[in-house]
């Protein structure tokens, strides 16, 4: 056996160089879209709340949520999460949400691989049956239902922040795509909702449309950004903005599932899942219209096939809105684990996107 070959077969062991910083994560994806969880490395955030540890996170550390979304060691649709101590006791831990573009509010596909992985890797005491956590996101806290049954994690749930609509049936003009029709809704995060029945668009909801997706639904987002003026929470300034446009096929799906969503979401990335968020968001729109009632559910399917269950659990009154605690449920699975390193003597340390 050649002298090299049999090194590399008996020297795998590798000692990073002291002066670069390790980040270990738990890579996972939920109905395709990944979430990078970061488990250790990363320095201690400061404050004492969610949203004050995003901030400090936002003003402080910003490089490494690039050098850990971005290329190389990510991609321009990479989703990755921090966790950080609950707002009180009552809580299980807090969570922040980062992506190509910042930190977003909520994220649902986040919850339930992160409740999937709580179970997993025996952060809590698992039992049969419902696995209850709860999970305390810029947004607000979220409960979520990890279900086990003979010993299997057979797929989470979660109830959602109080989630409501601003405007039914509004018209933004775009150059290019003309008077489109959207619903302006909340489900942890704003979105622009555009049904593709309502509007005379060229496209569809499906892959080979993914680069006009892209463009029409940060189009639409940005227009929606500048003429909408009704994009505020009603107790918090630090969500008030629109997250992402929702593209939503309401046919009947070749799979069975009831309809289609692409969210188009940040700085232009592509939701892998259904959203976990949008479809929160997208059940506050179906009980305003009477469309979906108390115990009725409704599967909503992905750019990729991959389908999330949703329902309304009740409604509340929230400030000016009367709004509905969403159910979502859905699976998620583990895909690797990681070590990254970071060489400060790497002019890409940082990250970088090419698209």
């Known amino acids: 056996m050649a002298k090299t070959y049999q090194n590399i077969s008996e020297k795998t062991h590798f000692e990073p160089n002291k002066d670069w910083l390790q980040i270990k994560t738990i890579d996972m994806h939920t109905g395709g879209e990944p979430l990078r969880v970061i488990i250790d490395g990363f320095p201690e955030l400061k404050g004492n709340s969610v949203l004050e540890y995003r901030r400090y996170c936002r003003e402080n550390f910003d490089h490494l949520r690039t050098a850990l979304m971005f ?13 950080v101590p609950p707002n009180d006791d009552e809580g299980d831990f807090g969570i922040l949400f980062l992506h190509n573009e910042g930190y977003s509010t909520m994220c649902g596909h986040a919850i339930i691989a992160i409740s999937t992985l709580a179970a997993e890797m025996n952060w809590i005491k698992v039992k049969e049956g419902d696995n209850i956590l709860k999970i305390d996101a810029p947004c607000g806290r979220i409960t979520s239902f ?14 959602c922040v109080p989630s409501f609509v601003v405007g039914l049936d509004r018209i933004v003009q775009i150059d290019g795509l003309g008077a489109v029709i959207y619903d302006l809704a909340y489900g942890g995060a704003f979105y622009a909702y555009v049904d593709m029945a309502k509007n005379n668009f060229d496209f569809d909801l499906s892959s080979e449309s993914y680069r006009e997706l892209i463009a029409k639904g940060m189009g639409i987002k940005q227009a929606v950004i500048a003429l909408d003026k009704e994009i505020s929470h009603p107790f918090e300034d630090d969500l008030s903005f629109l997250y992402g446009t929702i593209f939503i096929d309401s046919q009947k799906q070749d799979s069975g599932a009831d309809s289609r969503n692409v969210c188009i979401f940040a700085e232009g990335e592509v939701d892998r899942c259904p959203t976990g968020s949008g479809v929160s968001g997208r059940m506050a729109i179906h009980k305003a219209r009477k469309e979906i ?41 583990i895909t690797g684990m990681h070590t990254f390193c970071m060489d400060p003597k790497d002019p890409m340390k940082n990250g970088f996107i090419l698209r």
Do not use: W
């Open 71 to 83: 290329e190389p060691r990510g991609h321009a649709d990479m989703y990755g999460c921090i966790l």
């Open 146 to 159: 990890t279900h086990v049954k003979n010993g299997k994690i057979t797929g989470v749930r979660f109830q």
């Open 293 to 333: 009632d108390f115990g009725e559910t409704m599967t909503i399917e992905s750019i990729t096939g991959s389908v999330f269950k949703g329902s309304v659990d009740s409604e509340v009154d929230y400030g000016p809105f009367k709004a509905v605690i969403p159910q979502v449920e859905g699976t998620a699975h």
